[in-house]
C-alpha cells in the first residue's frame, strides 16, 4: 500500500494535514472516507504506472471537494470564471468536477492544470487524458468500497492497463445512462470515441 505523508513539490500552499482537515470541513463523514479510499487507490495506481504520487494525493483528496456544494455556489462560479454558460443546464454530477476544480484552483490554492484536469474529468472522462487523469478516473471508480455489478472486472482490467479500465469505465458508464433515460453530457460521448472502440475486443474477451 503506497503511502505519502509530506509534500514537498509546491503544488499546493497546504500541507497534505491541512487539506485533509479542509475536505474534512466541506464533507459529510461519508463523503470525507470515501475521497480518503479514492486518495489511497490513485497512490497505487500512481506507483504502478509512473505517476507524480504527490498529484495523485491531491488529487484523489480533492476530486470530490465541491461535492456537496450548493446549487447557488456552482452558478456563481460558472458567472465569475466565465465558464461555458451551457454548464447551467446541467447539475451537481457534472458540476462538482468540471467548476468544482476552479473551487479547489481558488479555494485550496491548487494551480497545477494536470491535477485540475484530473478534478474536471473524474466524471465525464476526456477524449485525451494525462496519465494523472486516468488514475483518477478510476480510482473513484474502484476505490474499494464500491460494490456494483462490473467493479471487479474494472479493477483486474485497471490493474493490466489503465487504458483498459478507462474503457471498460466509460462504456459501463455510457451504457448505465442510455439504460435510466438520463441526459448524457456531450464530453463523455467524445469519451466513448477515443476510448471504447479503440480497447473494445480487451475489455469484452
Known amino acids: 500500500m503506497t503511502s505519502i505523508d509530506h509534500y514537498t513539490e509546491k503544488l499546493t500552499p497546504l500541507t497534505r494535514d491541512e487539506l485533509v482537515d479542509r475536505l474534512k470541513e466541506a464533507l459529510d463523514t461519508p463523503r470525507f472516507k470515501h475521497v ?3 486518495e489511497q487507490t490513485a497512490l497505487d495506481l500512481a506507483q504502478a504506472n509512473d505517476v507524480d504520487l504527490e498529484k495523485a494525493s491531491i488529487a484523489g483528496l480533492c476530486h470530490d471537494y465541491a461535492k456537496q456544494r450548493s446549487d447557488k455556489d456552482f452558478i456563481k462560479e460558472i458567472d465569475r470564471d466565465g465558464l461555458d454558460p451551457d454548464l447551467k443546464n446541467w447539475g451537481n454530477p457534472i458540476w462538482h468536477g468540471l467548476v468544482g476544480a476552479e473551487m479547489v484552483k481558488h479555494e485550496l490554492g491548487v494551480w497545477d492544470e494536470d491535477i485540475l484536469n484530473a478534478i474536471r474529468h473524474h466524471t465525464t472522462g476526456a477524449a485525451t487524458m494525462s496519465k494523472l487523469e486516468q488514475v483518477i478516473y478510476m480510482a473513484d471508480y ?4 464500491r460494490a456494483f455489478p462490473g467493479v471487479d472486472l474494472a479493477r483486474e482490467l485497471t490493474k493490466k492497463s489503465l487504458a483498459l479500465g478507462v474503457a471498460y469505465q466509460t462504456k459501463s458508464t455510457l451504457q448505465y445512462l442510455l439504460d435510466h433515460g438520463s441526459p448524457i453530457y456531450p464530453a463523455t460521448i467524445l469519451t466513448y470515441n477515443a ?4 480497447y473494445e475486443g480487451e475489455i469484452n474477451g
Open 142 to 145: 474502484i476505490e474499494p468500497a
Open 195 to 198: 476510448w471504447v472502440p479503440k
Open 36 to 38: 480518503l479510499r479514492v
